[in-house]
């Protein structure tokens, strides 16, 4: 079964600090995505990757960065955490291709910053 | 105007109801339609994938485009209380990225 596995269901972090997230697909996905999912405000695109050591802002890249040293890892840093920060992360993957059958998501990250 | 409608609801229906689900979009060049199911706490998991208009049915779920409309449907017969989740429609062009609605969220009554 294909999977997007992110490495933390539950974070708390405190203002300031740096702020990893971890994503990893085992399906050789050309394409991998960063969400922040708010109530009333649904999935909203922080950045993206169509390749190795490639990436593109979104519509919120504010306050955040990304890695894509290797194809199946894709990582989200908040440089400085701030409690707007506060919302669940949900990582995807997807093939290039037009057909692509849509994303696969991670099981996501909710993310506290106190 | 947003690029993908949807109504977030509370939508609440009993068991065994027949379950309409809907999505207006503003750009004609989407192709590729998807209906994504999430439960609480999870990720969006893919429902249903239609290219182009025309009907697509799964099990107990029928997925529906109309283009020259610019609205698609999600139908869900004989709902069960396991059906209860948000739905995201979802859209896109040939090479470009998925654009999500907001989603609705429905519960199914025992």
């Known amino acids: 079964d294909v999977k997007v596995t992110q490495s933390s269901r539950y974070l708390v972090k405190r203002t300031g600090e740096k702020v990893f997230l971890e994503c990893v697909q085992d399906?050789?996905?050309?394409?991998m995505f960063w969400y922040r999912q708010d109530p009333g405000l649904g999935l909203r695109l922080i950045y993206f990757?169509?390749?190795?050591?490639?990436?593109e802002k979104g519509d919120i890249p504010e306050g955040y960065s990304v890695s894509r040293e290797k194809k199946e890892r894709f990582s989200l840093i908040l440089e400085s955490a701030s409690t707007n920060q506060t919302s669940m992360y949900l990582c995807?993957?997807?093939?290039?291709?037009?057909?692509?059958?849509?994303?696969?998501f991670g099981s996501g990250t909710r993310l506290t910053v106190v | 105007q947003k690029e993908v409608e949807q109504d977030p609801g509370p939508l609440s229906v009993p068991e065994g109801a027949i379950v309409s689900l809907n999505c207006t979009y503003s750009?004609?060049?989407?192709?590729?339609f998807m209906w994504y199911r999430q439960y609480s706490r999870k990720g969006p998991e893919l429902l249903m994938y239609?290219?182009?208009?025309g009907n697509k049915e799964d099990g107990r779920f029928t997925a529906q485009v109309d283009k020259s409309s610019k609205y698609i449907s999600l139908f869900i017969r004989d709902s069960q209380p396991s059906d209860s989740a948000t739905y995201l429609c979802?859209?896109?062009?040939?090479?470009?990225?998925?654009?999500f609605g907001p989603g609705t969220s429905l519960s199914v009554i025992p």
């Open positions: 995807a993957s997807s093939l290039n291709r037009p057909y692509n059958y849509g994303y696969t």
């Open positions: 399906m050789d996905h050309e394409n």
């Open positions: 990757s169509y390749d190795v050591k490639m990436k």
């Open positions: 750009n004609s060049a989407f192709q590729y």
């Open positions: 239609t290219y182009s208009s």
């Open positions: 979802a859209m896109k062009t040939s090479y470009d990225k998925v654009i």
